[in-house]
């Protein structure tokens, strides 16, 4: 996911957000961002504008930035393509870059960051798998945890 700042305005005065997501197929997720964002706008006064799911997004996202008009506030892209081919993206504020810097686990922590700069946020392993192996499990199945099935097809013959 990639963010952009919030602007340090006055609280009174009410601000709102745009969160394009491109999960139309997912409404339980967006129900969630829009939860999310109920009690963000609770805390810190900043309104969600809803979380629009966006079929066709990419181009939709590169049409909304060029003409500089409608782009999100914040949307779910990678990193790489939309900081890197595209610059469209404002760095995460440090205070929050540093509470997910501290907590990501340190495999994860390059996800959201160009050229060491954290623009964004891991949001889904959809780009970067990850599987973690319970090792007593594993030995309990007879399993070796150092040498563990490359392929899913070794697997089934386990």
């Known amino acids: 996911m990639v963010a952009v700042t919030i602007p340090n305005a006055s609280f009174a ?6 969160l394009w997501t491109h999960w139309e197929q997912n409404p339980d997720f967006n129900k969630w961002y829009a939860d999310k964002g ?3 706008a609770k805390k810190t006064g900043y309104e969600s ?3 629009h799911p966006v079929p066709g997004y990419e181009a939709k996202y590169l049409a909304a930035f060029m003409a500089k008009n409608s782009a999100p506030d914040i949307f779910m892209g990678m990193t790489h393509h939309w900081c ?4 469209f993206c404002d ?3 440090a205070d929050l870059a540093k509470t997910y810097d501290e907590n990501l686990p340190k495999y994860m922590a390059e996800v959201g ?5 954290r623009y964004g946020i891991p949001i889904e392993h959809g780009n970067f798998q990850q599987m973690y192996i319970n090792v007593d499990m594993f030995k309990k199945a007879g399993l070796n945890p150092d040498d563990p099935p490359k392929t899913f097809d ?3 013959r386990t």
């Open 13 to 18: 005065q009410q601000k709102k957000l745009v």
């Open 38 to 40: 109920k009690e963000f």
């Open 49 to 51: 504008s809803g979380h």
């Open 84 to 87: 890197g081919q595209y610059d």
């Open 91 to 93: 760095k995460m504020p």
């Open 113 to 117: 960051k160009w050229k060491g700069v």
């Open 154 to 156: 070794v697997w089934l």
